[in-house]
């Protein structure tokens, strides 16, 4: 599909392979960091998301192709796999992807009309349910003991599809928001000087730093592309920001952490540039994207600082997703030549 | 000078333009036969007239129809019209010696008043050229205090180039024409010409003919729809036209360069509006390019002209690639507002709807006028047309950025202007809705005035709580305030009054009824009747009141608690 006087030629599957693209950067810093395992994880979940959509297609009377054929459920299989721990047991990201397409998405009525993320509804799903599977990362590759190596195609499939017999334990590690959360004594100096995570590290914690530059890099080349805005990762990225210099205690150890823990670990990147920028679940508007990513950065912190999970992407950016429709309402843009801003303007719906 | 404003969003796409600027505007031989559409005019002429080029066809409310050449008037016929619909038409055959009719002459330019000119503006038939097809003279009326004059010569959707052409040809009678506008308007403080910078021969012709006159000509970076009217006037003046208005009521007018053209022809030559240039072009042409064509002439024929290969179109359109309209039946004749037409292979297309919306929201980022077509085309849709409305749907321009960058392929400008009618067609329902209910609530409150009034008829002490405009229950009201408040005495004389008051109106209207028409519909005839009881009983409660204080008059009067 070429430019032509009628048509820029930008079709939505070139879309959405774009973004299954940029997250390429992301998804090498993990597997080199935290081991092939993520691989196998994008590609249960793509798979589960798209077959998924094939069934539903066939109920719908549709040929599954146009259905697959836009690439939204391979984004959306992408993203999960991502977020998923990469020893994840196989039938977490199998579920996860099928919860995806046949509860966030297509009973809403489909692309475009979902209200959730459905990569975020099916983690958020998987988080609630199974709490303990969902916490087991792995070491970054620097940190890992001795009696380990890099986890291969072969040791991450053992892990993954032999959940049961695999020795996990010996090579998890607590990341590090959890090291955060669980910190009750030390200022945030002598934390980063003494745990590992941090002393390896050389803007916040070994290996996530690299993933989440991974996922800003990306993120920038969406932007530099046109395919996002960006209103929504700048509003997230600087509220979070805020947040934590605010509540950063001056490093004592009742700090929240320090803004670049908070912006260079957990999803925090993946998020702000591959989630909450997810069109059909975002507000419409400039001005309500603005609104939206500033609600989700500072549910992100909300949830890591004094909600019961070390991390919060996931339910920060569904109850965003819930007040879409109400921020919609609010942020309609006024066209040129208008006066009166109208906030509260009443309706008939 | 340069830009003052900026357009909000917009689109680059490939302008194509150089496919029909190789060569200088074409004049064909004539038809042989024209289709004049009177829109809502009235025939001045009959079949068999011979008519001279210039003569008066057809006279109306709107813009007056003139022979584009001299001929035999056939006659009129239902014929095919615009993109997609019909009407009546007059059928003229050129005799082929383009003779002008003997009237046509120089109008005494400095004898006219300002009024007299636009009214000789008017029936020369000049209308806005660039699409608009509004009388110019109606438009000028329609300000007052002018202070800019903007003359469009952006011409920003692809393929279109004979504003271009006209520009590059008939510079100097533009600038005449400009003078002349300027004179209409009563001298404005600044003239400004726009021209889109992919156009330097245009704007230096313009240039040229501009010289040592206050007139200036700004050249303007290209990108689609910086030709709009509201978009190129804040462009270069960087003022908003508050929404609702037109740019005349804020002094501002713009005119298109053939427009401008047209005034030169009618007010130095006396010349009605009966041609304009025309581009023809597309892949399906062979030989794109521009003509001076007389109104009337089928779409066929310039097609024809320009070495059209039927087996090669894939879609005929009407006006521009960005908002022209699929072009029905190419019989349709060129009129005032035809610029363009394309003949366009399956690659030229707009590609069909692949998927429904993914909400990426690039409509938006791209709508001029920042509107979120993504949220409009769902709520088009469902036909939410409270939200459409908030929604700003009356500000879309229909200038088709959207589509040109929708990834899923929708026609977002069609469904808008689709909805743009439905919407005004639900107002005006809404409207009548609105009266009627409003009549329902009048007629609910005097029947419950009525059943209040009956149910407190004996109690002497009452009065109605039920004020209604209606003369009747004013009458009761005014009974029961006169009980209240004066001597018994005066009640009883404004109890009189009212008897006689009600019974004078009950005779008025049984009269009425009598002396109605045999013919007169049964509903009316009803309505009558109705308003006939009404009064009996208006009456016979003004009795009944009277009667009860002639008794209270009678007897000494009660303690009250």
Known sequence: MTRTATHSGVRAEAVMHQVALATLPGIVALTWYFGAGTLIQILLATGAAMVTEALIARLHGHSPRTLLADGSALVTGVLLGIALPPIAPWWLAISGGIFAMAVAKHPFGGLGNNLFNPAMAAYAMLLVSFPASMAHWPAPLPLLPESASWLGLLSASNAIFLPAAADIDAVTLATPLEVFRGNSGLLVEQLYNTHPLFTAGDLAAVGWETVSLGFLFGGLYLLIRGLISWHAPVAMLVTLALLALLFGDGGSSASQGPPGLHLLSGATMLGAFFIITDPASLAASRMGKLVCGALTGFLVFAVRAWGGYPDGLAFAVLLTNLCVPLIDRYTIPQPPGHRRRQWLGGGDQ | ?561
């Open chain 2, 1 to 561: 000078m340069s830009a003052r404003g900026h357009l909000r969003g917009g689109v680059q796409p490939p302008t194509h333009k150089d496919r029909s600027t190789r060569q200088a505007i074409e004049t064909l031989p004539l038809p042989p036969l024209l289709t004049l559409p009177l829109g809502d005019a009235r025939p001045q002429v009959v079949a068999g007239t011979h008519v001279g080029k210039g003569a008066l066809l057809a006279t109306g409310p709107g813009l007056p129809v003139h022979a584009p050449t001299s001929g035999r008037v056939l006659g009129m016929e239902e014929c095919p019209v615009g993109a997609h619909s019909r009407g009546l038409s007059i059928l003229l055959e050129p005799d082929g010696e383009d003779r002008w009719h003997p009237d046509i002459h120089a109008p005494n330019l400095w004898a006219l008043t300002p009024s007299e000119l636009l009214a000789a503006v008017h029936s020369a038939g000049i209308a806005g050229l660039g699409g608009g097809g509004f009388s110019t003279a109606r438009k000028i009326a329609a300000g007052e205090r002018f202070h800019t004059l903007i003359v469009n010569g952006m011409e920003c959707e692809p393929y279109i180039t004979a504003d271009d052409l006209l520009m590059r040809e008939q510079a100097t009678a533009i600038i005449s024409g400009i003078n002349l506008a300027i004179r209409l308007l009563g001298q404005p403080a600044r003239t400004l010409i726009g021209i889109e910078d992919d156009k330097p021969e245009a704007t230096a012709a313009m240039r040229r003919a501009a010289e040592n006159t206050e007139i200036e000509v700004v050249s303007l970076p290209t990108r689609y729809p910086s030709g709009g009217e509201r978009q190129l006037i804040t462009l270069l003046t960087g003022i908003p036209i508050p929404a609702g208005e037109r740019p005349q009521q804020s002094g501002i007018l713009c005119l298109n360069v053939a427009t401008v053209f047209a005034l030169e022809r009618a007010l130095i030559f006396g010349e009605p509006l009966t041609s304009r240039v025309v581009t023809v072009s597309g892949g399906a042409c062979d030989r794109p390019a521009n003509f001076w064509v007389p109104f009337g002439t089928p779409f066929t024929y310039l097609l024809a002209a320009s070495d059209y290969r039927p087996n090669a179109c894939a879609g005929l359109v009407l006006g521009g690639a960005m908002m022209g309209e699929p072009l029905r039946d190419p019989r349709a004749p060129v009129t005032r507002t035809t610029h363009c037409v394309l003949a366009l292979t399956a690659s030229e297309l707009p590609p069909p709807q692949t998927q429904p919306c993914i909400r990426c929201g690039l409509c938006s980022e791209v709508c001029p006028v920042a509107l979120l077509p993504q949220q409009l085309h769902r709520l088009a849709q469902t036909q939410q047309y409270g939200a459409l409305e908030r929604h700003y749907l009356d500000e879309c321009i229909e200038c088709g950025a959207c589509n040109y960058v929708c990834p899923s392929g929708i026609p977002l400008a069609k469904q808008f202007r689709d909805a743009k009618l439905a919407l005004a067609a639900h107002r005006a329902e809404r409207a009548r809705a609105g009266r009627d209910r409003t009549r329902f609530e009048a007629h609910q409150a005097r029947v419950a005035a009525e059943i209040h009034a009956r149910r407190h008829r004996h109690q002497t002490d009452s009065s109605p709580t039920h004020p209604t405009p209606r003369a009747g229950a004013a009458d009761l009201a005014a009974m029961a305030m006169a009980r209240a408040a004066a001597p018994a005495e005066t009640q009883r004389a404004a109890l009189e009054r009212a008897v006689v008051a009600t019974v004078d109106r009950l005779r008025k209207l049984e009269d009425r009824l009598e002396q109605l028409p045999a013919s007169t519909p049964e509903p009316q005839r009803n309505a009558l009747r109705a308003r006939v009881e009404q009064a009996r009983i208006d009456h016979e409660q003004a009795q009944a009141r009277l009667a009860e204080q002639r008794q209270e008059d009678a007897a000494p009067p009660e303690p009250r608690t």
